[in-house]
């Protein structure tokens, strides 16, 4: 676990973070241990491993607000929540207090060999997302490479991919480090389906401009 300005940051493996400052914020819930119901959960695309049916009922409760890319509000079905509010690339909401802001996620050189597509097309309005709690910034970037959206973002804390394959690789990511200029950088997407604790490390031992923070998954 990660506190910065009093906000827990814990990890659950892959994309999957739980932000905690009086409120729950869970990110992308993906192969839980436990339930965690949470206030709000933020999900940024509708891939298996990103929006978990089976995880989503851990996470949420007739309390809970979901917000999400559209592809995945419009179909996520029946599944007990308070509300569910749709997020575009660019567009703002405010939740509980928590402005939450859309940042568009896609690939430009990751391509699907089956499709001949990136596996995340620009079209699909795929989101990151830049969290403001209480003034301080945390920016999920979802599954994108390094894409013009993302420069100068400022955030308190990155957390990015460093996988390659679908995401950014740890080279990248080094890149995607310095056009977004966060003050500390976690890697992610790392250590299921695709990617070692190997690209967490060579993405450390290569940021030079700010802190690096690898994380240890929560049980």
Not at 22 to 49: E, G, N, Q, T
Not at 88 to 109: D, F, Q, R, S
Request: aromatic content about 6%; overall charge neutral; charged content about 25%.
């Amino acid at each position: 676990m990660l506190e910065h300005n009093s906000i827990k940051i814990r990890w659950f493996g892959h994309d999957a973070f739980l932000l905690e400052k009086d409120l729950k914020i869970m990110i992308d819930p993906y192969r839980l241990s436990k339930h965690i119901k949470a206030d709000i959960v933020l999900l940024s695309h509708d891939h298996f491993d990103h929006m978990s049916a089976e995880d989503l009922e851990k996470v949420s409760s007739n309390k809970t607000i979901i917000v999400a890319a559209k592809e995945c509000v419009d179909r996520i079905g029946k599944l007990q929540c308070k509300e569910k509010i749709s997020l575009l690339p660019g567009e703002e909401k405010t939740v509980n207090g928590i402005k939450i802001k859309g940042i568009a996620a896609y690939n430009i050189n990751k391509i699907n060999p089956n499709t001949k597509k990136p596996f995340h097309p620009k079209e699909d309005n795929k989101i990151g997302f830049l969290i403001n709690i209480d003034n301080t910034t945390i920016y999920h970037t979802g599954d994108s490479d390094l894409v013009p959206e993302m420069s100068n973002l400022q955030p308190d804390v990155l957390l990015v991919p460093v996988s390659g394959t679908y995401v950014m690789t740890a080279e990248e990511a080094v890149q995607a480090v310095d056009a977004i200029k966060p003050k500390i950088a976690i890697p992610m997407h790392f250590g299921t389906i695709v990617g070692t604790m190997k690209d967490a490390q060579e993405f450390k031992n290569a940021v030079t401009r700010c802190k690096v923070h690898i994380p240890t998954k929560e049980p």
